[in-house]
């Protein structure tokens, strides 16, 4: 995925955002057509709750978008190694999921990985909390929202972004800054299959958000930000010495910790 929105950093991010949605939300109409499964009626809190997803989502993907194209992928993979622990939190204060003691040493050694970060390098890693934050809002939001199947939520949610992405693509036309100005062959068709890059990942993300429960949902999303930090330093060159060495490893120990307890709770079900 990273090395996939990479081939778009020289587009801005708002521009990147836009274009995705355009692009998705067709694809997402056509589907639900050919799926020809009845739109299901929701209620008033549902359609708050996914209107509020579609901000939070925007939001991680402007974020997202933005760091790779800064040279911050490192950046991103703190943050999306973070998101699974908010998830717990979000869990167990605001939908009374409970937590074992191993959960909480998990959470307690991110936060430390986290304290540790700022104290070191004398600010916040903003980015990756606010990455963290606001896909861990996301799924919250998908979570309370079990009326709405994954298909049709993730349409209702893309069709409001869709009408803002038009009018930056628009505006960026009239304005002379348009993404496909001088693009080449190559860049628009990444910029057309952003749309189908985007879709089903979500797709698959809101099916498992009303599956299983959030604080083990952040369990299965250990591996993209693996990924994506292997891909930052690798591929890309990004620094992960010093400092920000033992703050990565922090939070890796934290989510070592919390993935042996939640196998070892899944066995135990089983038996």
Excluded: C
């Amino acid at each position: 995925m990273v090395i996939f929105w990479k081939l778009l950093a020289e587009v801005p991010a708002a521009h990147q955002v836009a274009l995705r949605i355009m692009f998705a939300f067709p694809m997402l109409v056509l589907i639900v057509w050919l799926r020809k499964k009845p739109t299901p009626r929701l209620r008033r809190a549902t359609v708050l709750k996914l209107l509020a997803a579609s901000a939070f989502l925007f939001t991680n993907w402007v974020l997202f978008l933005w760091a790779i194209s800064v040279g911050r992928i490192v950046d991103t993979a703190l943050g999306y190694y973070i998101n699974p622990l908010v998830s717990v939190v979000f869990g167990v204060m605001i939908l009374g999921e409970r937590m074992r003691r191993l959960q909480w040493a998990a959470v307690g050694l991110a936060g430390a990985g986290v304290l540790y970060l700022t104290i070191t390098l004398g600010a916040a890693p903003w980015l990756s909390l606010a990455i963290a934050m606001s896909f861990g809002l996301y799924g919250l939001m998908k979570k309370q929202t079990p009326d709405a199947d994954a298909l049709h939520g993730l349409a209702i949610e893309t069709s409001w972004l869709a009408v803002g992405s038009l009018g930056v693509v628009v505006f960026a036309g009239l304005y002379g800054t348009s993404p496909f100005d001088g693009a080449s062959v190559g860049l628009i068709g990444v910029m057309v299959l952003s749309g189908a890059v985007t879709i089903f990942p979500l797709w698959l993300f809101g099916r498992a958000a009303h599956a299983i429960p959030l604080s083990s949902l952040g369990v299965l999303q250990y591996l993209n930000p693996t990924i994506s930090l292997f891909v930052g330093i690798l591929l890309y060159g990004e620094s992960m010495a010093g400092d920000r060495l033992v703050g990565f490893a922090l939070v890796w120990v934290a989510l070592a910790v919390f993935a042996y307890d939640s196998l070892a709770h899944l066995k135990a079900e089983e038996n």
